[in-house]
């Protein structure tokens, strides 16, 4: 059974549609002693349209997972003696900080079904991209209500038969993905030790265990530096070679590193999952380059983690030498740490202030 507060969804497909202004009305004012009353219809309300707001409490899109509708009431129509109809009711989505909107060129969620089925593809045109808690941005607008019959009088026609009619709301089929922002986002390889880093170094809890892929959703971590600052830091789940063709849930993944300003890498330099730290850096690299070139041009640095596993046989170089020796030419500095015990924590979150303290918001 599928439990929904379990569930992350950064990715849905919804159906929106703003309501119809009312239409005006066509009515003559009837009264025992006013034998020649004018026109008095009234106006018809407007459409009430669908808003989407920025809200700090929304997490991910699964509010939409089981509902994915967003639709408005419609006006009411003019009433006599020149009452106006009732405005429909908006309707306001909650969306999470990072949520990107496009808009598809299908017009109901049925109709881009099919195309998804016959293989057609759907296009999508990018519209909104809302990261600034407290916007709100008019998915669909509402329709306008029309006039009653007595805008319509004049000199020559005192007593007019026509009104407006209101018009259509707009509606469409649209698709909403969500990336996180964050000022640093861990990455590595499954069992690196980020969800272990980020749980030591904020009071986020992600989920710690010993096998791939414990981490299966992007979690936010906020980190107190000295004198009141703060970051946020993501815990992107493991990176795989082949991400970038969506070998895994590649692009699920890697879309969250989009909104990060600096990049730590948290590498086993113990090998205890039997692999190389220097060869799981440059394959994450060059995935992160194959993805998206301007990511892999971000500020980096290596947390070389475990370092307390660490068992170097004679004759055998230091790894986090080796690290050191490949990387720190290549402006990528190395600060060695234990998640487990703390060692070396303090000098790793000095280096990401400093770091992020030289870059642009």
């Known amino acids: 059974m599928l439990h929904i507060q379990n569930m992350f969804v950064d990715n849905i497909r919804i159906f929106a549609r703003a309501g119809k202004g009312g239409n005006g009305l066509v009515s003559f004012r009837r009264a025992k002693f006013v034998p020649k009353g004018g026109p008095d219809g009234g ?5 009430g349209s ?11 899109l699964r509010s939409f997972f089981y509902d994915p509708k967003l639709i408005a009431t419609d006006g009411v129509g003019g009433q006599s003696a020149k009452k106006h109809g009732k405005n429909g009711k908006s309707v306001i989505g909650k969306v999470p900080p990072g949520t990107i909107i496009y808009r598809s060129n ?3 969620m049925a ?26 941005f008019t998915l669909c607008q509402g329709g306008i209500g029309g006039k009653g019959n007595w805008h319509f009088r004049s000199a020559t026609n005192q007593a007019p038969t026509e009104a407006e009619m209101g018009t259509e709301g707009e509606e469409g089929v ?43 959703q992007p979690i936010i971590g906020v980190v107190e530096f000295d004198s009141f600052r703060r970051c946020v830091v993501a815990d992107i789940p493991g990176i795989i070679e082949g991400a970038h063709n969506n070998r895994g849930l ?9 909104r990060t300003r ?18 799981d850096i440059n394959k994450i690299n060059k995935e992160l380059e194959a993805y998206n070139p301007e990511i892999a041009k971000r500020p980096q640095i290596i947390a070389a983690n475990k370092t307390d596993a660490i068992y170097v046989e004679e004759g055998e170089e230091d790894p986090v030498e080796r690290l050191k020796k490949e990387f720190e030419p290549k402006g990528i500095p190395v600060y060695p740490i234990s998640a487990v015990s703390g060692k070396g924590l303090k000098e790793l979150l000095y280096a990401v202030q400093k770091k992020l303290d030289e870059l642009p918001k």
């Not at 669908?50 to 991910?60: A, C």
């Not at 079904?113 to 296009?123: F, M, V």
């Not at 045109?125 to 407290?134: F, M, S």
């Open 43 to 47: 106006d018809g309300g407007d459409g």
């Open 50 to 60: 669908v808003i989407l707001e920025v809200d700090p409490h929304t997490n991910d």
């Open 106 to 108: 299908a017009s109901s």
């Open 111 to 136: 109709e881009a079904t099919w195309l998804e089925r016959e293989g057609e593809g759907i296009e999508l045109e990018k519209i909104a991209d809302l990261t600034e808690i407290g916007t709100r």
């Open 174 to 216: 649209f698709f909403m993905e969500l990336r996180r922002i964050a000022d640093a986002g861990l990455v590595g390889y499954p069992n690196a030790g980020k969800s272990t880093l980020l749980g030591d170094i904020s009071e986020a809890k992600p989920k710690v265990a010993n096998y791939p892929f414990t981490t299966l």
């Open 250 to 258: 590649g692009h699920e993944f890697l879309r969250h590193i989009e």
């Open 262 to 279: 600096v990049m730590i890498h948290v590498v086993d330099v113990a090998s205890t999952e039997g692999r190389d730290p220097v060869d």
